[in-house]
């Protein structure tokens, strides 16, 4: 595991060390022996527990992880949901700013020419040439027809 993230488990750690019970009881035990297994043993983290959490300078990975906690265990449904949404949004974004970065049209490129081929194809008219012979006998039978009606 990278350095900073074992830096930014140690954090977690002080910082629900230092959170009201029943906040840390919502979080799995499993998970909190994870944080503990895999932080830091040796770092002696900046935290002080008279200055509120969100004054305190954090790494970018504790942040991270105090902010998968709040979405993962300590927010209601209403919360839920609005975030659920919000990804669907930025997820959205994202996407409709690679298409226009990167235009995957291109890779349609070569489907379309052939369906534009087959639509060219569609569209002629296929005239089928009678030779000397059938004209003849197509004659022949006008002929013979107009004799019998």
């Known amino acids: ?47 002080v527990n008279d200055i509120p959490i969100e ?7 504790t942040e991270a992880f105090i902010a998968l906690l709040f979405r993962k265990y300590w927010s209601n449904e209403e919360e839920k949901e609005y975030f659920i949404e919000k990804d669907k949004k930025e997820y959205i974004y994202d996407e409709e700013e690679k298409r226009k970065l990167y235009n995957p049209e291109i890779f349609n490129y070569k489907q379309e020419e052939k369906l534009s ?31 019998m009606n």
């Open 1 to 47: 595991m990278d350095e900073n993230y074992k830096i930014a488990l140690c954090e977690v750690n002080d910082i629900l060390e230092n959170t009201e019970q029943y906040l840390v009881d919502m979080i799995p035990n499993s998970f909190i022996k994870w944080i503990k297994d895999n932080r830091q043993n040796n770092y002696k983290t900046t935290i």
């Open 55 to 61: 004054k305190q300078i954090l790494l970018p990975e």
């Open 117 to 147: 081929k087959q639509e060219e194809v569609a569209l002629i008219e296929v005239k089928q040439e009678v030779n000397y012979f059938r004209k003849i006998i197509n004659k022949i039978r006008k002929i013979f027809f107009s004799i």
